[in-house]
């Protein structure tokens, strides 16, 4: 009844212009629409419905299809698009949503622009895709390849047979194995091989049959598991059983909390242990075991090896801290510091012996104790109280009457309170005295000898004798060096030999035996010592300072000698000019009297010019005759401003 509309079938109808039906109970209702196809079981049977196509340019073709939406196409036994611009092809294809596509029978396409391709698949969510047979694809964006591969979780991936993409934005890609398929459970987790599965959010298993059971933990290899929180098992059935654990290599194991494994074979079984290398192990809790075979049974301990395969710990720093380990340098500076034959075996300190009055003993307690009756045993000859008095074999040690007061030694004598002599026939004869060495000897008060025959005299109070036969003769005298001598108050001499003579003055030789002082730092203030570098740099100054000092007047002078020069070539070039000038002048006056000198006449007029040096010259002259035997004459001459005036007269008789 449409215009322009085709009708073919019994109880067909095209109702809508343009519109095509074909078939027994077809119907075409929609502008430019197209159905064609039969009813199940024919009209004769009661069964009026043919193909129907509603929607404006739709297309229905088959028994049964039905096309309702806009531009939708329905293709197939009892096949429905029902969404503009939806396409169903196949026996039973649904494609029911605004944009979608179902191709393969019994497939479901029942979202916006989603795609169903296989027998029986269903893409549910929006923008979602499935293929193969049984596919499921219904979360937003899903992915579902494969048969009976699921994309539950919008924008999962789930490739292969059974694949599950559970999780949002989780990715599974693998076969089954053993009817156990490849799954990804978690938010954002990853499944890729056979069998293998993710459960928990962020998981990651790669690998055939691997297996991430627990939040952000990773398993990588075939048979490889990681079972506690952000664990991770590296290699072929490695594994990984505790929260942070991480197992690498082929069969290695880390179950511990914090535990580390790293090689084939090594096991990590207690809390924070490490271990390192083919089949090493650490079952004690913070443990570390390091190197093949390498065996931590221990709490807290570090193992190099195992029993009956130990290792040598090499390039070992010397321990500073108490709780360091010391190297073999480190023992073998024990050995020496024991002495007595210490020495370090293999790796083993082995005590030396040590003779203690006569008596051999093995260990250091022994020796002390023997040694410290030895001492209670010795001579105390100090007759007052906190005084002591050590002698040797001859004469005993001397104590005088002052208190506090030491001496040690065959003869040593320390009579002044706070007085201390050491060594064989030492002195040390006043209060507060040290003499230290054999026949050192001081007599005066509150000084110091130290060295074999030291000697300080009894006016040399406060002195200091520092050296074999070094000596001192006067108050507060210094002497520090083998045989060096002071004999002026406050005097100090350095170094063997040295004589100090004069006093407060500092020598470091004697008279013919003079000696450089070195390694001089440069004077600061102004009683410092000067170094030659100093002394030098102030040569240098000064004679820069002397130097411009010189070149200074020198150009003063050349200035002057310069002026001088230009003011005389002023003066002879002005004295030359006028030299010239003169000589045109005279020329000048050559040759106007010349030319008046034969003329006849009372009155005669010359004129003459001269020129010398590039300098000119003009002549003007007057002459009267006053008869036959008298004249008298004028005139003048000018060259620049030089000028000359003559007169003159003459008579004859």
């Known amino acids: 009844s449409g215009g322009w509309a085709v009708a073919v079938g019994h109880h067909s109808t095209a109702s809508a212009d343009a519109a095509i039906a074909m078939g027994d109970g077809a119907l075409a209702s929609g502008t430019s629409s197209i159905a064609i196809g039969g009813s199940f079981f024919g009209s004769g049977f009661g069964d009026a419905q043919g193909a129907t196509s509603t929607g404006f340019g739709s297309l229905a073709v088959g028994t049964f299809a039905q096309s309702s939406g806009a531009s939708a196409a329905a293709l197939g036994w009892a096949s429905s698009a029902g969404g503009d611009s939806a396409v169903a092809v196949g026996a039973s294809a649904d ?5 979608a596509t179902a191709l393969g029978s019994s497939s479901r396409a029942e979202a916006e622009q989603s795609l169903a391709a296989g027998y029986a698949a269903t893409a549910s969510g929006v923008g979602a895709i499935s293929q193969g047979g049984f596919s499921t694809a219904s979360g937003f964006f899903g992915i579902a390849i494969g048969y009976g591969a699921g994309a539950t979780g919008d924008g999962g991936i789930a490739i292969g047979d059974a694949a599950s993409a559970a999780g949002q934005q989780s990715v599974a890609i693998g076969a089954s194995n053993a009817n156990i398929p490849a799954q990804a459970n978690g938010i954002g987790s990853t499944t890729v091989g056979a069998g293998a599965w993710s459960l928990a959010d962020y998981g990651t298993a790669l690998g055939f049959d691997s297996h991430a059971d627990a939040e952000l933990s990773i398993a990588i290899g075939a048979h490889a598991i990681a079972t506690s929180l952000s664990s991770v098992s590296i290699g072929d059935s490695a594994f990984a059983d505790g929260d942070y654990a991480l197992a690498l290599g082929s069969i290695a194991s880390a179950n511990g909390s914090g535990a580390v494994a790293l ?3 090594a096991t990590a079984l207690g809390e924070n242990t490490l271990a390192v290398g083919f089949n090493a192990s650490a079952p004690a809790s913070n443990s570390v075991a390091l190197g093949a075979g390498s065996s931590a049974e221990r709490a807290d301990s570090v193992a190099f090896g195992s029993e009956g395969a130990e290792r040598q710990l090499t390039h070992v720093a010397a321990g500073t801290a108490a709780t360091d380990a010391v190297n073999v340098s480190q023992l073998q500076s024990i050995a020496t510091a024991l002495g007595a034959g210490s020495v370090l075996d293999n790796g083993v300190l082995v005590g030396g012996t040590y003779l203690i009055q006569g008596t051999s003993y093995a260990s250091v307690g022994a020796a002390m104790t023997a040694l410290d009756q030895a001492l209670n045993g010795l001579d105390s000859g100090g007759a007052n109280s906190g005084t ?5 074999s001859g004469s005993d040690a001397q104590i005088g009457a002052g208190t506090n007061a030491v001496a040690i030694g065959s003869n040593a004598v320390a009579n002044g309170e706070n007085g201390m002599a050491v060594g064989t026939s030492a002195l040390a004869y ?16 509150g000084s110091t000898a130290v ?24 108050a507060s005298g210094t002497a520090i060096g083998q045989g060096a001598a002071v004999s002026a108050d406050n005097a100090v001499a350095l170094g063997r030999n040295a004589v100090a003579n004069r006093a407060n003055t500092v020598s470091v030789g004697s008279a013919g035996a003079e000696r450089q002082v070195v390694n001089v730092a440069a004077g600061t203030a102004a009683t410092d010592a000067v170094n030659l570098h100093q002394l030098q740099a102030g040569d240098a100054a000064s004679v820069a300072t002397a130097n411009a000092y010189t ?7 050349d200035t002057n000698l310069a ?6 070539d002023r003066r002879f070039h002005s004295l030359d000019q006028r030299i010239d000038r003169m000589g045109a002048i005279s020329g000048a006056y050559a040759g106007m009297a010349m030319n008046t000198a034969g003329l006849s006449g009372a009155n005669r007029v010359g004129v003459g010019v001269g020129s010398q040096g590039g300098e000119s010259a003009l002549a003007v002259g007057y002459q009267r005759a006053l008869g036959n035997r008298a004249s008298v004459s004028i005139g003048g001459a000018f060259a620049g401003n030089e000028k000359s005036l003559s007169a003159g007269a003459g008579f004859s008789w």
């Open 388 to 392: 002591v008095a050590v002698g040797g």
């Open 563 to 568: 002026s001088l020069r230009s003011d005389t």
């Open 263 to 265: 090689g084939s074979g």
């Open 451 to 474: 060295g074999a025959n030291t000697s300080i005299a009894a006016t040399a109070t406060n002195a200091v004798a520092v050296g074999e036969s070094a000596s001192v003769g006067a």
């Open 95 to 99: 494609a029911n949503a605004q944009y």
């Open 551 to 557: 070149d200074n007047r020198i150009d003063s002078w």
């Open 430 to 445: 006043g209060p507060n005295d040290t003499a230290l060495g054999a026949n050192a000897r001081v007599n005066a008060d």
